[in-house]
C-alpha cells in the first residue's frame, strides 16, 4: 500500500506516553518524576530540533497492581495535571493494556500521537524527543530498534537472551514481510518502543482486544503488521535497550513460541498470502492440465517422422489454451473473489485480454523455450515444461493478473 500524503501537525500537538504496569510500584513514580522535570522540559526547549509546542502527557494502565502501583500513580497526579492513571478492572494482558490505553488516550486526551512505552527504564526517555522529531518530519510510525546504528541490547544479557532476541527478531521479521520491502525496512519486529499517528492510523484500528492473536508479547508483531498494512509512513530510530533493574518482568517463558505462532498467523491470514495461495493451487491445477494435455497430445500426434522438437511445441500451446481456460474460471470465481468480474460484457472482455496475454507468457514464451531447450538438450518434456512455467508463466501471470485482469480499482 502506498504511504498517505504528509499531514500537517497543528503547532500544539498532544503526544501521549502509554505505560502498562503491574506491580511497577518501585519504578513508576520515578519514571513520571522523570518524564516531567528532565524529558519533557527539554522538548518544551527545542532538544532535536523541534519545532512544534508539543502537549505531553502521561497514562498510566495498570493492571490494579496489589504492590501498590495505582496509588503511586496517583500520588504522582496531584503533583502532575498531565499525569493519568486507568486501571483496569481485568487483567487481559499487555496488549489489552495498550489498546485500551490507546482508546483513553483518543478519546479522553485528545491524542494526536501515542507512545508505547515501559515504565522500568528499559527504554531510555532521552529517545522520546528524537521520536518526536520524526513525527515532525512527517512519518506516521516510529520504532526503536536495537539492531540500527546506535541501537544495542543490555550489556547484562546473557548469550541465550542475545540468541533469541537476534535469531527470534530475524524470524519473525522473515515470516511476515519476506521478500518485501518491510522485511528491509523493519530492523526489529519484537520491539516494544514505538510512536504512532493517530489521525488515519490508531483511530482506524479495531480496539476491541479480544480480536488480538495473543494475550502476551506477540501484540507487538499484530500492532506492527497492522499500522504497515494500513500505509504507515515509517523509521526506525536507534535504542539503546536497558536491563530493568525493579519491579516484575512482563516476559513469559513462553514468550519465543508466542511470537513465532502470531508471526505465522499474521502471514497466514493475510490478503495477499491467501490470495497468491489461491493462485498458486489454480495454478497448479492447470500445470496437471498442461501437463496431461500435452502428453495425450503427443500420443496423438506423434509418427516416426514427427520433428519431435516442433511437436513438442505445438503439443504445449495446445493443452495451455485449455489451462488458460480453466485458469481465468477458477482465478474469476475463488482467487480474486473480492474483484469478480460478474458484467458479460466485461467478462468477456476480460477473457480475451486474459486469452491474449497468457498466449505471450502461457504459449508463446514457454513454448519457445522448450522446443529451444529440447533442441539444444534432447527430448525431456516435463523438465522443460517446469523450467518455462515455474520459471515465466507463473510469475508473469501473477503481474498481470493484479495489474490488468482484476485490478482493484477501490481506494
Request: aromatic share 14%; with cysteine.
Amino acid at each position: 500500500m502506498k504511504s498517505k500524503k504528509k499531514l500537517k501537525l497543528n503547532s500544539n500537538p498532544v503526544a501521549v506516553i502509554v505505560i502498562p504496569t503491574y506491580n511497577e510500584a518501585d519504578n513508576i513514580g520515578r519514571m513520571i518524576e522523570y518524564l516531567n522535570t528532565k524529558t519533557f522540559v527539554d522538548i518544551k526547549n527545542k532538544t532535536e530540533n523541534l519545532t512544534k509546542n508539543w502537549n505531553m502527557k502521561i497514562l498510566v494502565v495498570d493492571g490494579n497492581s496489589p504492590d501498590g502501583t495505582g496509588k503511586v500513580v496517583e500520588k504522582e497526579a496531584k503533583k502532575y495535571d498531565n499525569t493519568f492513571l486507568y486501571t483496569e478492572t481485568s487483567k487481559d494482558g499487555i496488549g489489552a493494556a495498550y489498546l485500551k490505553g490507546f482508546k483513553y488516550a483518543m478519546e479522553t486526551l485528545k491524542a494526536d500521537f501515542v507512545f508505547e512505552f515501559d515504565g522500568d527504564f528499559q527504554h531510555p526517555p532521552e529517545t522520546i524527543p528524537l521520536m518526536l522529531k520524526a513525527m515532525e518530519d512527517g512519518f506516521d510510525y516510529v520504532i526503536g530498534s536495537r539492531k540500527i546504528p546506535g541501537g544495542s541490547n543490555p550489556k547484562g544479557w546473557g548469550f541465550k537472551r542475545v540468541f533469541f532476541s537476534e535469531v527470534g527478531g530475524f524470524t519473525a521479521r522473515f515470516m511476515m514481510f519476506f521478500p518485501f520491502k518491510n522485511f528491509f525496512k523493519v530492523t526489529d519486529p519484537t520491539t516494544g518502543l514505538k510512536v504512532t499517528r493517530v489521525k488515519g492510523f490508531i483511530d482506524k484500528m479495531d480496539m476491541n482486544y479480544s480480536r488480538l492473536l495473543t494475550r502476551s508479547f506477540g501484540y507487538k508483531l499484530q500492532l506492527l503488521f497492522e499500522t504497515l498494512q494500513m500505509g504507515a509512513k515509517f523509521k526506525e530510530v536507534p535504542l539503546q535497550f536497558h536491563v530493568r533493574n525493579a519491579g516484575e518482568s512482563k516476559i513469559e517463558a513462553s514468550t519465543a513460541k508466542d511470537i513465532f505462532r502470531v508471526a505465522f498467523l499474521l502471514r497466514w491470514r493475510d490478503d495477499f498470502t491467501q490470495k497468491f495461495l489461491k493462485f498458486g493451487t489454480v495454478g497448479g491445477v492447470g500445470f496437471v492440465i498442461n501437463t496431461l494435455g500435452a502428453k495425450i497430445f503427443k500420443s496423438l500426434l506423434i509418427t516416426p517422422e514427427s520433428n519431435i522438437s516442433l511437436l513438442n511445441g505445438l503439443c504445449n500451446a495446445m493443452a495451455a489454451e485449455i489451462s488458460i481456460i480453466s485458469n481465468f474460471t477458477f482465478n474469476n470465481i475463488w482467487t480474486f473473489s473480492k474483484e469478480k468480474i460478474t458484467d458479460k460484457n466485461k467478462l468477456v472482455s476480460k477473457f480475451l485480454t486474459f486469452n491474449l496475454s497468457s498466449v505471450v507468457s502461457g504459449i508463446l514464451i514457454p513454448s519457445a523455450v522448450i522446443a529451444a531447450l529440447t533442441a539444444m538438450f534432447g527430448d525431456h518434456l516435463f523438465i522443460y515444461q517446469i523450467i518455462a512455467i515455474f520459471g515465466l508463466t507463473i510469475p508473469l501471470n501473477w503481474f498481470i493478473y493484479n495489474t490488468v485482469i482484476w485490478k482493484n480499482k477501490k481506494k
